[in-house]
């Protein structure tokens, strides 16, 4: 990607990065693309499969190419944010832990403390992530 091009001319945050690709077409290729700096992904041969899908019989004739298009785009953008919850929450939660972990061997958190800091980060979880 050019992002590191970018950010050395010190244009990043005055310039937008739009991916128009045939390659991603699942929602980790999408991730990746995101993660590398992507700002906007146009997935041309995605959509073009699925209008070749729906001539081919293979989706509903009853739903408009617009229709499935607006499908997909809500399917990896919820897949997105999926990976994204679980990540920070993945990354959050070993972080915790490791603290905690630390705190225990030090022998200055209690086991009743300990339960308690993870209770609140399985609520924190449950509240921000759909998964």
């Given at each position: 990607?050019c992002?590191?091009?970018?950010?050395?001319l010190?244009l990043r945050?005055?310039?937008?990065?739009?991916v128009?690709s045939g390659?991603?077409?699942e929602?980790?290729q999408?991730c990746?693309l995101?993660?590398?700096?992507?700002?906007?992904?146009?997935?041309?041969l995605?959509?073009?499969?699925?209008?070749?899908m729906?001539r081919?019989?293979?989706?509903p004739a009853s739903l408009s190419?617009?229709?499935?298009?607006?499908r997909?785009?809500k399917?990896?953008?919820?897949?997105?944010?999926?990976v994204?919850?679980f990540?920070s929450?993945?990354?959050?939660?070993?972080a915790?832990?490791d603290?905690?972990?630390?705190?225990?061997?030090a022998?200055t958190?209690?086991s009743r403390?300990?339960?308690a800091?993870f209770?609140?980060?399985?609520r924190?979880?449950?509240?921000?992530?759909?998964i």
């Amino acid at each position: 990607m050019c992002t590191p091009f970018v950010a050395r001319l010190q244009l990043r945050t005055r310039a937008g990065l739009l991916v128009d690709s045939g390659e991603p077409r699942e929602v980790h290729q999408f991730c990746l693309l995101v993660g590398y700096g992507a700002d906007a992904v146009c997935p041309y041969l995605a959509f073009e499969s699925l209008a070749m899908m729906q001539r081919d019989g293979k989706l509903p004739a009853s739903l408009s190419l617009d229709e499935l298009k607006k499908r997909f785009v809500k399917g990896v953008g919820v897949g997105v944010l999926k990976v994204r919850c679980f990540a920070s929450s993945h990354n959050k939660f070993f972080a915790l832990q490791d603290c905690l972990e630390y705190a225990g061997a030090a022998g200055t958190m209690s086991s009743r403390s300990r339960k308690a800091c993870f209770s609140l980060l399985r609520r924190t979880f449950a509240q921000r992530c759909i998964i």
